[in-house]
């Protein structure tokens, strides 16, 4: 019993170093993990580029490049549907005053604060236009800089990757080489068929979205579409998100409530074919975790990292997962995030063996 507590006690200390290291250097680890899980992703067209004799410097410099033009492309697709949804915008101040007039109103009736106070109040708490200037500076500043060194990431990770390799293995003993190779295989390989399959995933809901929301009507239906499809990145939560704010501005714009339910339907709808088919059939052979592991990856990773945490946690986990996998020390806690109708057929299959 004291040695299990001890073994207990040293695990969670571990986990709490590791924890802390992963807070206070993420200045550092994020872009480089963000640049690390994106490097996978162009892994097979590099190499394509390489075996036709294409310089690997020329053969890096391309992917960076696709990368920069699917950016650019995801941005100017947006950026013209905003431009279209801001000829609405007269409108939209419109119900959103009437709103607020709606809720002073309100908190008259209940509370007895008058509309002068609440404005005061509000006054009060609201931080001034410099600190807003201020703060949007040095967020756009920062993002700048972390996408610099993301993009030096990628070219030096896809640069360097054979060098890299030989380092990894260099750390192994001899005898467990094999086995370190095929890791590091597997690991680069869940994180690119993760991202090669979420990609698929999100233009699928483009489509399925793009189609229902012209069906029914709905004002710059490809923009809410395109929205809807992009926050697929974050799990649970992004699909949620991307609907509650097209019924909010539908609902603004003076929607009807049999359109308003239309949208909540097709939401409906398109959850039914993500979760039963295009998920088991695109993502799922790839990621092999469980929906509660996904669900507590998610959370460390926005308390971690922020949002960048949140889009890097499934497929840091599913690296992990296959890290604990191939050390028997770790066993266990690969099968505690792995899928649990996998362990019931191997179950299944020990038991009709013995």
Request: aromatic share 10%.
């Amino acid at each position: 019993m004291t040695i299990l507590t001890s073994t207990i006690t040293k695990n969670l200390l571990i986990l709490f170093l590791i924890f802390t290291g992963l807070l206070y250097a993420k200045d550092f680890l994020m872009p480089l993990a963000i640049g690390g899980v994106l490097a996978t992703l162009f892994l097979p067209f590099c190499k394509w580029m390489e075996g036709k004799k294409v310089p690997k410097v020329l053969a890096v410099l391309i992917c960076v490049l696709v990368l920069l033009l699917a950016i650019a492309g995801i941005c100017f697709l947006l950026g013209w549907q905003i431009s279209a949804l801001t000829n609405d915008f007269p409108l939209i101040k419109q119900k959103a005053i009437e709103t607020v007039e709606r809720i002073q109103e309100y908190i008259f009736d209940h509370l007895g604060i008058p509309a002068e106070k609440q404005l005061q109040i509000f006054k009060e708490e609201q931080p001034s236009v410099t600190n807003i200037l201020q703060l949007m500076a040095g967020s756009l500043l920062n993002i700048f800089t972390n996408f610099i060194l993301i993009l030096v990431y990628i070219f030096g990770l896809l640069y360097y990757r054979n060098h890299i390799k030989q380092f990894i293995l260099k750390l192994t003993p001899n005898a467990e080489r094999d086995e370190m190779e095929q890791v590091v295989y597997s690991v680069a390989k869940v994180s690119q068929q993760y991202l090669v399959g979420l990609t698929k995933m999100i233009v699928c809901l483009w489509i399925m979205y793009g189609i229902g929301f012209s069906i029914i009507g709905v004002k710059n239906a490809i923009f809410f579409a395109i929205l809807c499809g992009l926050l697929e990145v974050v799990p649970f939560i992004g699909n949620i998100m991307g609907t509650t704010l097209t019924v909010f501005v539908a609902a603004v714009q003076g929607s009807s409530l049999a359109m308003l339910g239309g949208i909540v339907g097709i939401y409906g709808i398109v959850q039914f074919v993500q979760g039963w088919l295009l998920e088991p059939l695109i993502v799922g052979p790839h990621v092999k975790i469980n929906p509660f592991s996904t669900i507590i990856a998610l959370v460390m990773g926005e308390l971690i990292w922020g949002i960048p945490g949140i889009f890097l946690a499934i497929p840091i986990t599913a690296m992990i997962k296959i890290i604990c996998d191939h050390i028997e020390t770790l066993k266990p806690y690969g099968f505690l995030i792995g899928e649990i109708e996998n362990r019931k057929k191997t179950y299944g299959i020990l038991k009709k063996q013995n």
